[in-house]
C-alpha cells in the first residue's frame, strides 16, 4: 500500500528528479574516476533517499497506519513493512546513481601509472552506496510523521541530521562516529578498493544504524 501510494501520488517524482539533478552536478564539470565520483555520490545521495523515505512513510493517513498494524499482525511486522517498502525505491536510486555516470560520459578509467583499476573503483562505489543506505533510511523514517508529529519538526530531524553527518563527518572530528560516516566513506574510495577502510566505516554505519532502529521503534511503540 505505501509503494502503491508513493507512486500513484505523484510523490516519487520529487526525489526521483532531485536525484537526476544530483547526478548532473556531480559529473557535468567532467569525468572522474570510478571510486572519487562513486564515494562522492554515495554521500551526496545520503540526504536524498532520507528524504525520500519521509516521502514514502508520510503518505500513509495516521488512521491507515493504526489499522496496518493490525493487519500485518503487530507494531514490529507493521515497522519492518515500512522500512522495506522505503529500501525498493532506494534501491532503484541507488541503481541509477551506479548506471548514470556510464550514460553521460562521466566515469573514466585509470589515467596515470598508480591508480586504482576500474574494477576496484567501481567496486569500492557499490560498497560505499550500499552501506550508507541503511543509516539514510533509518534517518529518514526518524523524521517521519509518525514519529514527530508534523511536517515542521521531520524537516528540522531531516535537515539537522544530514548537517551534522557532514560537519562531524570532516576530518579532525572529535566524534565522527556519532553520525553516519558519509565523509569518511567518500574519502575511503578515491584511491579504489580500500577494504580496511570501507570496512571501518562499514562497522560505523551499521553501529548507527543499530542504534537509530532501537529508536525508531522506541518512539512508534511510544507514539501509537
Known amino acids: 500500500m505505501r509503494l502503491t501510494g508513493f507512486v500513484r501520488t505523484g510523490r516519487a517524482l520529487a526525489p526521483l528528479l532531485t536525484a537526476l539533478v544530483v ?14 565520483a ?7 545521495m545520503f540526504p536524498v533517499l532520507a528524504w525520500q523515505t519521509q516521502i514514502l512513510l508520510n503518505v500513509e493517513p495516521d488512521v491507515q497506519r493504526q489499522l496496518s498494524i493490525v493487519a500485518a499482525g503487530g507494531r514490529g ?11 525498493v525505491p532506494a534501491l532503484a536510486l541507488i541503481g541509477m546513481a551506479l ?23 567501481v567496486t569500492a562505489g557499490v560498497w560505499a552506496h550500499l552501506l550508507l ?22 524537516l528540522a530531524v531531516l535537515a539537522g541530521g544530514t548537517v551534522l553527518a557532514f560537519v562531524l563527518g570532516t576530518k579532525g572530528s572529535p566524534v565522527p562516529w556519532l553520525v553516519p560516516p558519509l565523509l569518511p ?10 577494504a580496511p577502510a570501507l570496512g571501518v566505516q562499514t562497522a560505523v554505519a551499521f553501529a548507527w544504524t543499530l542504534a537509530a532502529l532501537a529508536g525508531y521503534a522506541a518512539l512508534r511503540r511510544r507514539n501509537t
Not at 77 to 87: F, H, S, T, V
Not at 185 to 194: F, K, M, P, S
Open 77 to 87: 511486522r507493521e515497522l519492518a513493512a515500512g522500512l522495506i517498502a522505503a529500501l
Open 23 to 36: 547526478f548532473g552536478v556531480i559529473y557535468g564539470g567532467g569525468r572522474a574516476q570510478a571510486g572519487e
Open 133 to 154: 543506505a541503511p543509516p539514510a533510511l533509518l534517518l529518514g523514517a526518524l523524521a517521519s510523521r509518525a514519529v514527530v508529529g508534523n511536517a515542521a519538526r521531520g
Open 185 to 194: 566513506t567518500a574519502r575511503a574510495t578515491v584511491n579504489g578498493l580500500d
Open 38 to 44: 562513486y564515494g562522492f555520490s554515495a554521500a551526496v
Open 99 to 121: 548506471a548514470v555516470p556510464w550514460l553521460i560520459g562521466g566515469i573514466t578509467g585509470p589515467e596515470e601509472p598508480g591508480d586504482a583499476s576500474l574494477a576496484s573503483g
